[in-house]
């Protein structure tokens, strides 16, 4: 049996990734009640706010599902010692080390999968005592490390024995063939499940992912040492204009505060910040969270036929 569906009690190694602002509790319980582990994104929320995101998902789902902390949150502290008290089947943390969460999220019989980008991290993150880690590549959107997804995480695979998850481009079945080739336990998805009916996303942030092409989507904020992936529009221009003047940090900063949210809440795809993948030029519909998790097993078989084929000499 897979070892990730069997430490998470899932039908499907499919971990819906913890977008901020798009990974509502109703987006969670939809992938969750897919088969798969959805995830409350914690984002830049209070404690209370993603608490009430838990209590609604309860509401919503008996399967498990977790949350998704970024460690740069000021609330981080509050967040973690509330979910050792509500107790979700997983934190997935982004965004900093988890080293001083570790204990207590273990004692209070929470699975921890890190979000990470590099070996090291890795390697770090399974002296701790992590349950599984999720090894994404730049190829993903928002928040970015610097190695593709088909080097990190065959390399990844090589470092750890605790399961890997592979992150970032991940857009259908033929992908994650492709992860579980390279070793992967399981793999996360998070520009796809922006286009489905639970999301709650604004729809013009839907169409935008739909009508992404390849090169569509940019980085922007390198220079400040906090890459971000985003589809290009008014807001990553002005964030390259102010990059190549090289502007103050806190004018560059100032730029994208509240940008996410505008474009989430307000629809706003001119100075929101669309956050996703290289992968979203592959998205071409809105489909229910269910039918999005079983459609990267659907294919397999005829997926392995084709590589087959074509291996053969």
């Given at each position: 049996?897979?070892?990730?569906?069997?430490?998470?009690?899932?039908?499907?190694?499919?971990?819906?990734?913890?977008?901020?602002?798009?990974?509502?509790?109703?987006?969670?319980?939809?992938?969750?009640?897919?088969?798969?582990?959805?995830l409350i994104a914690a984002g830049g929320a209070p404690?209370?706010?993603?608490?009430?995101?838990?209590?609604?998902?309860?509401?919503?789902?008996?399967?498990?599902?977790?949350?998704?902390?970024?460690?740069?949150?000021?609330?981080?502290?509050?967040?973690?010692?509330?979910?050792?008290?509500?107790?979700?089947?997983?934190?997935?943390?982004?965004?900093?080390?988890?080293?001083?969460?570790?204990?207590?999220?273990?004692?209070?019989?929470?699975?921890?999968?890190?979000?990470?980008?590099?070996?090291?991290?890795?390697?770090?993150?399974?002296?701790?005592?992590?349950?599984?880690?999720?090894?994404?590549?730049?190829?993903?959107?928002?928040?970015?490390?610097?190695?593709?997804?088909?080097?990190?995480?065959?390399?990844?695979?090589?470092?750890?024995?605790?399961?890997?998850?592979?992150?970032?481009?991940?857009?259908?079945?033929?992908?994650?063939?492709?992860?579980?080739?390279?070793?992967?336990?399981?793999?996360?998805?998070?520009?796809?499940?922006?286009?489905?009916?639970?999301?709650?996303?604004?729809?013009?942030?839907?169409?935008?992912?739909?009508?992404?092409?390849?090169?569509?989507?940019?980085?922007?904020?390198?220079?400040?040492?906090?890459?971000?992936?985003?589809?290009?529009?008014?807001?990553?221009?002005?964030?390259?204009?102010?990059?190549?003047?090289?502007?103050?940090?806190?004018?560059?900063?100032?730029?994208?505060?509240?940008?996410?949210?505008?474009?989430?809440?307000?629809?706003?795809?001119?100075?929101?910040?669309?956050?996703?993948?290289?992968?979203?030029?592959?998205?071409?519909?809105?489909?229910?969270?269910?039918?999005?998790?079983?459609?990267?097993?659907?294919?397999?078989?005829?997926?392995?036929?084709?590589?087959?084929?074509?291996?053969?000499?």
């Amino acid at each position: 049996m897979n070892r990730l569906c069997e430490i998470l009690g899932i039908k499907y190694p499919v971990i819906q990734g913890g977008m901020a602002w798009v990974a509502t509790a109703e987006l969670a319980a939809a992938v969750s009640n897919g088969g798969g582990l959805g995830l409350i994104a914690a984002g830049g929320a209070p404690a209370d706010v993603v608490r009430d995101q838990i209590h609604k998902c309860r509401e919503l789902t008996d399967k498990p599902f977790g949350v998704n902390v970024m460690l740069m949150n000021p609330s981080a502290d509050d967040i973690m010692n509330m979910l050792m008290e509500e107790k979700p089947a997983v934190v997935a943390t982004g965004a900093g080390n988890p080293a001083k969460y570790m204990d207590g999220l273990k004692a209070a019989g929470i699975k921890v999968f890190p979000v990470i980008a590099s070996v090291a991290m890795a390697k770090k993150m399974e002296k701790l005592g992590a349950d599984a880690v999720i090894a994404e590549g730049t190829e993903a959107g928002g928040h970015i490390g610097e190695i593709t997804t088909m080097c990190l995480t065959p390399q990844i695979v090589d470092a750890v024995s605790i399961p890997v998850v592979c992150a970032g481009g991940i857009a259908d079945a033929r992908a994650a063939v492709a992860a579980f080739a390279l070793g992967a336990e399981g793999i996360q998805v998070g520009t796809r499940f922006i286009c489905s009916d639970e999301c709650i996303a604004h729809d013009n942030y839907k169409q935008a992912v739909l009508k992404a092409k390849d090169r569509d989507a940019v980085v922007t904020g390198r220079s400040t040492g906090a890459p971000v992936r985003a589809l290009k529009n008014q807001l990553t221009k002005e964030y390259e204009r102010l990059e190549k003047e090289n502007a103050p940090f806190e004018e560059i900063e100032a730029l994208g505060v509240g940008g996410l949210r505008r474009a989430f809440a307000e629809g706003d795809v001119k100075m929101g910040s669309l956050m996703a993948g290289q992968s979203a030029a592959m998205v071409d519909r809105i489909e229910p969270c269910a039918d999005i998790v079983k459609s990267y097993f659907d294919e397999i078989d005829k997926i392995l036929q084709k590589v087959k084929n074509n291996m053969s000499i």
